[in-house]
């Protein structure tokens, strides 16, 4: 474990991963029509919890050991970050694994978030909020003239029509970044905050909860409930645009207002929850917790990984009860890095315009 690093962040991330392959691997609906607990539990709230995590981690970059470096070059780093992680995506994206891979839109999120970093917590949390709302509704209005989308996962051969190709990424794909800019800007404002601070993290974990109840509490009183049951696995990034009433629904990337309040908050209460544990933990058994979730700290890895072991020539395509499996190989390797104190192999690479830009930076305090 690296000295000064928030093992509690690692935790979420790795849960984050879990629930991620869980959505992939495991049955949405029971056999009788139901929505499996897996479903409930994860769908749609794993990837918002890595792109709210994703956001924390700009800012602790942006705040700490990048600070001291010129803001040029601290961009430039960063930005070619984004793009390498982007890259990954079209990689992954031309497998057959029947998967919407997050990671080119993850990269193109980075890069709109680099503006947002110049400002203060405050700053971050009020247009955050007011993100949540103007987004999907700009969104909204915008789609109906925009491409028909497709659903497959960009690729290579999607840069043939780029317009086509950036319509998807911000707009009209399973993760489209505008709206997803609200997760981003809510973890901007998260890292910037004392993630050491013991009755801070207790706020923030019950208000997220509180934010996350109340969201879905009024979406059910608002919707009819045969539209939110036929919808509870998912709307493949967007609500249909015919009908206003669309935007109160909550429901697995579906990107309104509520669902983004609702899993905004459900990301703020993982991560405090997880921090809250790190804290009451002594050093030893923080450092044991570092191995156990050791995965957390190499999600682009092992995330790249589940989705190579999803090919069929590795893995077969509908699987649901090796999901277990999965966990099982992911945290190992996740443990065995944390042992050596080796970064992930995909980390260290896409680290490297991060290493030349600490290059002549300023030390600064952590």
């Known amino acids: 474990m690296r000295e000064g690093r928030l093992v509690g962040l690692d935790v979420a991330r790795c849960l984050a991963l879990l629930g991620m392959v869980a959505t992939h691997v495991l049955d949405e609906r029971t056999p009788a029509g139901d929505l499996t607990f897996g479903q409930w539990l994860a769908g749609g709230r794993a990837s918002a919890l890595f792109a709210v995590l994703a956001g924390v981690s700009l800012a602790l970059m942006t705040r700490a050991h990048l600070r001291g470096a010129p803001l040029a070059r601290r961009t430039a780093a960063i930005a070619a970050r984004a793009l390498l992680i982007a890259v990954l995506g079209l990689v992954l994206g031309g497998l057959d694994t029947g998967l919407a891979i997050i990671l080119t839109y993850y990269g193109v999120l980075f890069l709109l978030g680099l503006p947002f970093t110049l400002l203060g917590a405050r700053a971050l949390a009020v247009l955050a909020v007011a993100w949540v709302v103007a987004a999907p509704v700009a969104s909204y209005l915008l789609r109906p003239v925009l491409p028909p989308r497709g659903y497959e996962s960009p690729t290579f051969g999607q840069l043939a029509d780029p317009g086509q190709l950036a319509s998807e990424l911000l707009f009209t794909g399973y993760y489209p970044v505008v709206p997803w800019l609200a997760y981003l800007l809510a973890g901007l404002a998260l890292g910037r905050a004392d993630l050491r601070n013991r009755t801070l993290l207790v706020s923030l974990t019950l208000g997220g909860l509180g934010v996350a109840v109340l969201a879905t509490q009024v979406s059910r009183a608002l919707v009819d409930p045969v539209v939110a049951s036929r919808n509870a696995t998912g709307m493949f990034g967007n609500t249909p645009t015919d009908d206003w009433s669309w935007l109160l629904v909550v429901a697995p990337h579906s990107s309104t207002p509520l669902d983004l309040a609702q899993t905004i908050g459900s990301a703020v209460f993982v991560i405090g929850l997880c921090l809250l544990v790190e804290r009451a933990l002594p050093r030893p058994a923080t450092v044991v917790l570092a191995v156990v979730f050791g995965a ?41 890095y944390a042992l050596l104190r080796r970064r992930g192999p995909l980390e260290t690479a896409v680290g490297v315009p991060l290493q030349w830009a600490r290059r002549d930076a300023i030390p600064t305090e952590r």
């Open 296 to 336: 957390g700290a190499m999600t682009l890895s092992l995330y790249s990984l589940h989705v190579v072991m999803r090919t069929p020539e590795v893995w077969p395509r509908e699987s649901p009860d090796t999901y277990l499996t999965h966990v099982v190989v992911l945290l190992v390797i996740g443990a065995a």
